[in-house]
C-alpha cells in the first residue's frame, strides 16, 4: 500500500521544558493508523515527539513515516498492546492514543503543560464523534458520555487519548494485560491509590472516528464490553467512589438480576445530566442511551452467570479478526450438551433444580393421602425428571404424554404421544392425578391455553399445574431482567442477535419468531379464570412470586 502525505508544517512554539515525548498507538487497522498519524506531524510541540506504532500495520506504515514499529502479530488486548509499546519508548511522558481518534494541532503541548502541573498523575480528553448521524450521536453519548462535555473534572480517563508520566506508568505496572474492557479506568484507580489525580479536560480535543452508526452496532458494542469486562474494575476499586461500592454490593448474580435495569437507568440519567448544560439536544438520544447501557449491564450479568474463558476469546479473535478487519459473525444455534453439563455451567439452573425439588415436595404432600395404586399423568414429563425428583415407586403408574414419544425404562413410567389441548384418547377422570410442570405457557394463545385447562380438569380426578408469574421481573425462558413487557420486535432483535444467558443463541430472526410465539406466560387472574375450583400456591424467590402452583382435589388447605 502507497500512502501519500502532503502535511502542512506549522511553526513550532517553544515549550516550557523541552520534554521529550513518547506517543502509542496500539493500531489494528492500516488505513486508521495512517489517518490518525497525519496530525502527529503537524504539532505545535516544540520538543522531540516519538511515534510508536504496535500492532501489524506498523511494518507497513514504518516504510513511509518516520515511525517505531513494535509487534508485527495481531494483539487482542489492548492493555498488553499498550504495555508492549511503553517499553519501547524513551520519552519521558507517555501519551497514549486509539488509532480511530485524530488529535488537534496542540494536543501534545496540551497534555505535557497539563502533566506538568503539581499532583495530576492522568490526563484525559474530550472525544467528541466526527460524524454527526443520529445514532452515531447515541454511541457518542452512551460509550463515552464523561468525555463530550465542557466541564474540567477529576475522574478516571478513557484510553483512547491518555497521556501519564513514564515513571508514574512503571511504579504502577502498566495497564492490567489480561483486562479486555476497562483496563484504562483500572490504571487511573492505581493512580489515584498513589495519591494523583486523574483529571478530564474538555480544552484537549480529539475527534473520535468510530464509524458505529447504526442501533446494531451501539447495542452490539456496549454487549460485548460489558460480557467481556465483568464488575472485575469495579471489584478490584470497590473503596473508590460510591459507585463503585454499589455495584460490588450487587455482584451476585440474583441481585445484579434485579438491579441491572435500574443501573442502567440511574448511569444513563448521568450522563444526560452532566451533558445537559453543553449538547440541550442530548435528551433526543436518551431512549438509546438507556437502551445501550441494558446491553452492556445485560452483557456484565453473563459474565458473572458465566465468566469467559480468555484464551476461548483470544483464539476466536484470531478468526474473525484475522487481515485486522472483524467482519465475522457467529452463527451457532442452541447447544446440544446434556443438561446435567449445563447444570454445572450454569448457576441459574442448578437454583432452578433445587426450585423443582422443592416444588415437588409440595406436590408430594399434596398426593401423600390418596390411595394406592395411583395412576399419574404427567403433561410434558420425563423420565430424567421423574428420577431427580426421587418419586418413582411401587403402586404407582405415571403416564409421560408428549407432542413425541420418548423412551422410557423404568417400569413405572409409561410414554404416550398426544396434544395437552386435546386428550380425547383418555376417558373422564382416568387418572387420579394430572401433573404439568412448565408447559402451559407454551401451548399457545390464551384460548389454546383454556383448551389445555378444560382437558386437564376432565381427564383428572385432582391436578396440580405449575407455570411462572408473568409479573416476575426475569423472564425465566431467556433469564433476562423484563424481557416479557418488551415489544415484540425487540425481542426478536435480542434473541436472533445475542447469546443467551443460558448459554444459546438463536441463529435467525425466523428461529427468533417461532420461539418467542411459543411463550406466553400467564397472570394470577388468568389462572383463577382458567381454574375456577383450584387453589394457588405462590412459590417465592427473594420475596417475590415466581410462580404459581394450581392445584385441585386435595383439600382446601395448602400442605405447607
Same mark, same amino acid.
Given at each position: 500500500?502507497?500512502?501519500?502525505?502532503?502535511? /502542512?508544517?506549522?511553526?513550532?512554539?517553544?515549550?516550557?521544558?523541552?520534554?521529550?515525548?513518547?506517543?502509542?498507538? @496500539?493500531?489494528?487497522?492500516?488505513?486508521?493508523?495512517?489517518?490518525?498519524?497525519?496530525?502527529?506531524?503537524?504539532?505545535?510541540?516544540?520538543?522531540?515527539?516519538?511515534?510508536?506504532?504496535?500492532?501489524? @500495520?506498523?511494518?507497513?506504515?514504518?516504510?513511509? %513515516?518516520?515511525?517505531?514499529?513494535?509487534? @508485527?502479530?495481531?494483539?487482542?488486548?489492548?492493555?498488553?498492546?499498550?504495555?508492549?509499546?511503553?517499553?519501547?519508548?524513551?520519552?519521558?511522558?507517555?501519551?497514549?492514543?486509539?488509532?480511530?481518534?485524530?488529535?488537534?494541532?496542540?494536543?501534545?503541548?496540551?497534555?505535557?503543560?497539563?502533566?506538568?502541573?503539581?499532583?495530576?498523575?492522568?490526563?484525559?480528553?474530550?472525544?467528541?464523534?466526527?460524524?454527526?448521524?443520529?445514532?452515531?450521536?447515541?454511541?457518542? $453519548?452512551?460509550?463515552?458520555?464523561?468525555?463530550?462535555?465542557?466541564?474540567?473534572?477529576?475522574?478516571?480517563?478513557? +484510553?483512547?487519548?491518555?497521556?501519564?508520566?513514564?515513571?508514574?506508568?512503571?511504579?504502577?505496572?502498566?495497564?492490567?494485560?489480561?483486562?479486555?474492557?476497562?483496563?484504562?479506568?483500572?490504571?487511573?484507580?492505581?493512580?489515584?491509590?498513589?495519591?494523583?489525580?486523574?483529571?478530564?479536560?474538555?480544552?484537549? /480535543?480529539?475527534?473520535?472516528?468510530?464509524?458505529?452508526?447504526?442501533?446494531?452496532?451501539?447495542?452490539?458494542?456496549?454487549?460485548?464490553?460489558?460480557?467481556?469486562?465483568?464488575?472485575?474494575?469495579?471489584?478490584?476499586?470497590?473503596?473508590?467512589?460510591?459507585?463503585?461500592?454499589?455495584?460490588?454490593?450487587?455482584? $451476585?448474580?440474583?441481585?445484579?438480576?434485579?438491579?441491572?435495569?435500574?443501573?442502567?437507568?440511574? +448511569?444513563?440519567?448521568?450522563?444526560?445530566?452532566?451533558?445537559?448544560?453543553?449538547?440541550?439536544?442530548?435528551?433526543?438520544?436518551?431512549?438509546?442511551?438507556?437502551?445501550?447501557?441494558?446491553?452492556?449491564?445485560?452483557?456484565?450479568?453473563?459474565? /458473572?452467570? &458465566?465468566?469467559?474463558?480468555?484464551?476461548?476469546?483470544?483464539?476466536?479473535?484470531?478468526?474473525?479478526? *484475522?487481515?485486522?478487519? #472483524?467482519?465475522?459473525?457467529?452463527?451457532?444455534?442452541?447447544?446440544?450438551?446434556?443438561?446435567?453439563?449445563?447444570?454445572?455451567?450454569?448457576?441459574?439452573?442448578?437454583?432452578?433444580? *433445587?426450585?423443582?425439588?422443592?416444588? $415437588?415436595?409440595?406436590?408430594? &404432600?399434596?398426593?401423600?393421602?390418596?390411595?394406592?395404586?395411583?395412576?399419574?399423568?404427567?403433561?410434558?414429563?420425563?423420565?430424567?425428571? %421423574?428420577?431427580?425428583?426421587?418419586?418413582?415407586?411401587?403402586?404407582?403408574?405415571?403416564?409421560?404424554?408428549?407432542?413425541?414419544?420418548?423412551?422410557?425404562?423404568?417400569?413405572?413410567?409409561?410414554?404416550?404421544?398426544?396434544?395437552? *389441548? #386435546?386428550?380425547?384418547?383418555?376417558? #373422564?377422570?382416568?387418572?387420579?392425578?394430572?401433573?404439568?410442570?412448565?408447559?402451559?405457557?407454551?401451548?399457545?394463545?390464551?384460548?389454546?391455553?383454556?383448551?389445555?385447562?378444560?382437558?386437564?380438569?376432565?381427564?383428572?380426578?385432582?391436578?396440580?399445574?405449575?407455570?411462572?408469574? *408473568?409479573?416476575?421481573?426475569?423472564?425465566?425462558?431467556? /433469564?433476562?431482567? $423484563?424481557?416479557?413487557?418488551?415489544?415484540?420486535?425487540?425481542?426478536?432483535?435480542?434473541?436472533?442477535?445475542?447469546?443467551?444467558? %443460558?448459554? %444459546?443463541?438463536?441463529?435467525?430472526?425466523?428461529?427468533?419468531?417461532?420461539?418467542?410465539?411459543?411463550?406466553?406466560?400467564?397472570?394470577?387472574?388468568?389462572?383463577?379464570?382458567?381454574?375456577?375450583?383450584?387453589?394457588?400456591?405462590?412459590?417465592?424467590?427473594?420475596?417475590?412470586?415466581?410462580?404459581?402452583?394450581?392445584?385441585?382435589?386435595?383439600?382446601?388447605?395448602?400442605?405447607?
Amino acid at each position: 500500500m502507497c500512502i501519500e502525505v502532503d502535511t /502542512l508544517v506549522v511553526e513550532k512554539q517553544p515549550c516550557e521544558a523541552a520534554t521529550k515525548v513518547s506517543v502509542i498507538i @496500539p493500531a489494528s487497522r492500516l488505513y486508521k493508523a495512517a489517518q490518525a498519524l497525519l496530525p502527529l506531524y503537524n504539532q505545535s510541540y516544540s520538543a522531540e515527539i516519538e511515534i510508536i506504532v504496535v500492532g501489524p @500495520p506498523g511494518v507497513e506504515l514504518a516504510r513511509y %513515516w518516520p515511525v517505531i514499529a513494535v509487534h @508485527p502479530e495481531p494483539i487482542y488486548e489492548p492493555g498488553r498492546a499498550r504495555n508492549i509499546g511503553a517499553a519501547q519508548a524513551t520519552g519521558e511522558i507517555l501519551l497514549f492514543l486509539d488509532d480511530d481518534m485524530l488529535v488537534t494541532q496542540h494536543w501534545v503541548e496540551q497534555n505535557v503543560r497539563e502533566l506538568q502541573r503539581p499532583g495530576i498523575g492522568v490526563v484525559g480528553a474530550r472525544m467528541p464523534g466526527r460524524s454527526r448521524s443520529f445514532f452515531a450521536r447515541c454511541v457518542d $453519548f452512551t460509550n463515552c458520555g464523561y468525555y463530550q462535555h465542557g466541564y474540567g473534572m477529576d475522574y478516571p480517563v478513557g +484510553a483512547g487519548s491518555l497521556g501519564i508520566h513514564r515513571s508514574l506508568f512503571q511504579m504502577v505496572g502498566g495497564f492490567d494485560a489480561m483486562q479486555r474492557s476497562g483496563e484504562d479506568i483500572d490504571l487511573c484507580h492505581r493512580v489515584q491509590k498513589l495519591g494523583y489525580r486523574s483529571v478530564y479536560r474538555p480544552d484537549i /480535543l480529539v475527534i473520535h472516528d468510530h464509524q458505529n452508526t447504526t442501533l446494531s452496532r451501539l447495542l452490539r458494542y456496549n454487549y460485548k464490553h460489558g460480557r467481556i469486562g465483568g464488575l472485575t474494575t469495579k471489584i478490584q476499586h470497590c473503596n473508590i467512589g460510591l459507585k463503585n461500592r454499589l455495584l460490588y454490593s450487587v455482584r $451476585f448474580p440474583p441481585l445484579f438480576l434485579l438491579a441491572f435495569p435500574i443501573i442502567a437507568l440511574l +448511569a444513563a440519567i448521568q450522563i444526560i445530566a452532566i451533558n445537559m448544560h453543553d449538547h440541550k439536544n442530548v435528551l433526543l438520544y436518551a431512549p438509546f442511551i438507556v437502551l445501550g447501557k441494558l446491553f452492556y449491564e445485560f452483557g456484565i450479568l453473563v459474565h /458473572l452467570l &458465566k465468566p469467559p474463558d480468555p484464551l476461548q476469546i483470544s483464539i476466536k479473535d484470531l478468526w474473525r479478526k *484475522r487481515n485486522y478487519a #472483524d467482519k465475522g459473525k457467529p452463527t451457532t444455534g442452541k447447544p446440544a450438551a446434556p443438561e446435567c453439563e449445563l447444570e454445572k455451567q450454569n448457576w441459574w439452573r442448578r437454583l432452578q433444580t *433445587r426450585i423443582r425439588k422443592k416444588r $415437588f415436595t409440595f406436590f408430594k &404432600k399434596l398426593v401423600a393421602s390418596l390411595p394406592r395404586p395411583l395412576a399419574i399423568l404427567d403433561v410434558g414429563g420425563t423420565q430424567e425428571f %421423574w428420577e431427580k425428583m426421587e418419586f418413582i415407586c411401587d403402586g404407582m403408574e405415571v403416564v409421560l404424554y408428549n407432542l413425541f414419544p420418548i423412551i422410557t425404562t423404568h417400569p413405572g413410567l409409561s410414554s404416550k404421544q398426544g396434544d395437552a *389441548r #386435546d386428550m380425547h384418547e383418555f376417558g #373422564d377422570r382416568m387418572f387420579d392425578v394430572v401433573f404439568s410442570n412448565s408447559v402451559i405457557e407454551h401451548v399457545g394463545a390464551y384460548e389454546q391455553q383454556r383448551q389445555m385447562a378444560e382437558e386437564v380438569r376432565r381427564v383428572g380426578k385432582k391436578y396440580c399445574i405449575q407455570t411462572p408469574n *408473568r409479573y416476575f421481573p426475569i423472564e425465566p425462558h431467556v /433469564l433476562l431482567p $423484563f424481557f416479557q413487557f418488551l415489544p415484540f420486535g425487540l425481542q426478536v432483535f435480542i434473541l436472533s442477535h445475542f447469546k443467551s444467558p %443460558w448459554g %444459546w443463541k438463536l441463529s435467525s430472526k425466523q428461529e427468533a419468531i417461532d420461539y418467542l410465539r411459543g411463550i406466553r406466560l400467564l397472570t394470577e387472574k388468568e389462572l383463577k379464570s382458567l381454574f375456577p375450583e383450584a387453589s394457588i400456591h405462590k412459590e417465592k424467590f427473594l420475596g417475590m412470586t415466581k410462580s404459581f402452583l394450581v392445584y385441585c382435589g386435595s383439600g382446601t388447605a395448602s400442605p405447607e
